[in-house]
């Protein structure tokens, strides 16, 4: 950390919080400035920060029309270009917008001579090999200072020499008579014209005053410091400088109704000489730059002997988590744009490898997950060659063709099934079955009983295989073919239908004749000669003239037959069994 003045300049060299050494040079050219280059040298990774406080410096306020973020950007840079010398390193900070009217913009611009004493000692800078991160205003800065110094002051405690630590009274008060003092609720309000200002005492400076306006730069300047002076002479400067101060400001809306504290940093030579009563303000404070030091938990970079602030300054700004204004000389920008295209190109070579890797590693594991499955399926394929190699085995020792013992077993499976079937039917036919009496042909499906069967306009869904536990019906078309044995017509039907009276006793099933026998004999459908047939014998009226009767047959589905509980295993038949002729 280099910090620049118009007397001199000191750099610190500070490794995790500690100030690890400090050099002062009068000039950048100076026998002194040598042991700058050897200290950085030694370290050449470590970056630069040149904090300067010069009187070199201008900082004029602008207040801009209520445009856009982009289009107040725009007027900014043509402002800047305007005012200052092209030459100049110039910013601009923002001081936020006005509460009422038309809510124009407020900017503070900021300029800085590059060929003065900052521009000497950064021409020193671009020699060394440590990377120059930007030069930063000492004022400007301390609009982040005073929160910190503040919250240390609020929270933080002193030791005495010799003893315990006590807490210290950060804030001097003058005595207010009776009728200034505030109600709670006065107290409570929030303070909207609050003026800060705080004095620096400098070795490469002097005496530097920051003044803030509800925590905002406003205004800023440099007294000379006179060592060559006693104490009280020093302190007395300090005094009438601050009072020139305040006298200027009531220029800049400072009233009656604003309040004013004072925090003054300078050495334990003239802290003492200084009253804190010299001053009209609300509060007023006097610190050493070490007491600063221990408030702010920066013990390890301040010395307690130490007289002004410049190490406090250097200390302060590192431990400031932001900034708040970065200006770039043009060699430095070029440098800025070297560095950040060779950050880009690492960037995108890391993101290259990383994307490289997690392709490789992608391909990696799909060729492990192949190669694995490619084992389990060749484990399993050897299996069942195994497995085929032994059931081979095992057919050749049967006595029968396997396929023909696999179908008969099948055919014993339908057989024998758990609900009605063709063997039950035959069963219920066979007490008719008589000399003149044959059944010609049957054809007969097996159906679920997912309809009614008398219903005519029902249609009938065939069984499907693998249903347990449900009940099925039979719906067969019977040719009845009648050998008559009778010498006339009357007989003949006198026959059949008592036949048809045993077939109906089984009242599994439903009988019923396409058309009645006796409607048939009156058709003349019956074409039987019987005189005939009287003079053959029995042999030769087998192969008579016969005549076929239609008889339909169904299940009757009011029929309670014993419950028989399936098993998937019981049922083996394809959809829609049928029935061959008989």
């Known amino acids: 950390m280099l910090f620049v003045g118009d007397d001199g300049a000191i750099l610190s060299y500070t490794e995790h919080k500690i100030v690890v050494r400090r050099l002062f040079s009068p000039e950048p050219h100076d026998k002194a400035s040598e042991t700058f280059r050897e200290l950085l040298a030694q370290y050449p990774e470590a970056p630069i920060y040149l904090l300067g406080d010069v009187v ?46 038309r809510k124009d913009w407020n900017f503070l611009l900021v300029s800085l001579s590059s060929k003065g004493v900052i ?21 400007v800065e301390c609009e982040l200072f005073a929160p910190i110094i503040a919250q240390g002051v609020a929270n933080g405690t002193i030791k005495k020499e010799g003893g315990a630590p006590k807490k210290r009274s950060a804030l001097r008060t003058p005595k207010k008579a009776a009728s200034d003092s505030k109600t709670a609720n006065e107290a409570t309000a929030p303070i909207v014209n609050h003026w800060e200002i ?11 005053q920051v003044v803030l306006k509800n925590k905002k730069l406003v205004f800023t300047r440099m007294a000379q410091s006179h060592a060559h002076e006693k104490a009280t002479v020093q302190a007395g400067h300090v005094e009438q400088e601050v009072k020139n101060t305040i006298e200027y400001l009531k220029r800049l809306s400072f009233n009656d109704t604003a309040t004013l504290s004072i925090m003054i940093i300078v050495g334990d030579d003239l802290k003492p000489h ?26 390890q970079c301040v010395l307690s002997g130490d007289k002004f602030c410049d190490i406090l300054l250097c200390s302060l700004f590192l431990k400031s988590q932001k900034h708040k204004l970065r200006l770039l ?18 960037i995108g070579a890391t993101l290259t490898m990383i994307a490289l890797a997690l392709g490789i590693g992608t391909i990696a594991y799909d060729a492990l997950q192949i190669h694995q499955n490619l084992e389990d399926a060749q484990q399993k394929n050897r299996s069942m060659v195994s497995r085929l190699q032994e059931f081979q085995e095992k057919g050749k ?18 057989i024998h099934m758990p609900f009605p079937h063709y063997d039950d039917l035959f069963t219920a036919l066979r007490p008719v079955v008589k000399d003149h009496i044959t059944f010609a042909k049957m054809e007969w499906s097996l159906f679920g009983l997912g ?10 869904q065939p069984y499907r295989g693998g249903q347990a536990g449900a009940s099925f019906a039979i719906d067969a078309a019977v040719s009845v073919e009648l050998t008559p044995s009778a010498h006339n017509k009357e007989e003949l039907m006198a026959q059949w239908q008592e036949s048809l009276y ?30 005939e047939r009287a003079s053959l014998n029995k042999q030769d009226l087998k192969a008579q003239d016969k005549t076929n009767i239609s008889l339909k047959v169904r299940t009757n589905p009011s029929y309670q037959a014993p419950s028989t509980q399936l098993t998937p295993n019981a049922i083996s038949t394809p959809d829609g069994l049928q029935g061959g002729g008989l």
């Not at 396997?402 to 499976?413: A, G, M, N, Q, T």
């Open 119 to 139: 521009g000497e000692w950064c021409a020193m800078l671009y020699e060394l090999p440590n990377r120059f991160k930007g030069v930063y205003l000492a004022p």
């Open 329 to 346: 000389p043009d060699y430095i920008k070029k440098v800025e744009r070297f560095y950040n295209t060779l950050s880009a190109i690492r």
């Open 56 to 101: 070199d410096q201008s900082y004029v306020r602008h207040t801009l029309p209520p445009v856009s973020v982009l289009g107040v950007n725009k007027i900014i840079q043509r402002r800047l270009a305007r005012d200052f010398s092209s030459e100049d390193l110039k910013g601009a900070i923002s001081l936020g917008r006005e509460k009422s009217g």
């Open 397 to 414: 020792q049967l006595a029968e063709d396997p396929y023909k013992v696999d179908s008969l077993i099948k055919i014993e499976d339908m």
């Open 502 to 531: 045993e077939l109906k006793k089984d009242t599994r099933y439903i009988f019923e004749q396409t058309m009645d026998a006796s409607e048939k004999a009156e058709k003349d459908e019956i074409n039987i000669n019987f005189e």
């Open 198 to 208: 705080i004095v620096l005492h400098n070795k490469t400076g002097g005496f530097r």
């Open 451 to 460: 309809v009614d069967i008398l219903d005519s306009t029902a249609t009938a």
């Open 274 to 299: 200084i009253s804190p009563l010299a001053f009209q303000a609300s509060q007023v404070s006097l610190y050493t730059p070490y007491d600063i030091a221990e408030y702010t938990d920066l013990t």
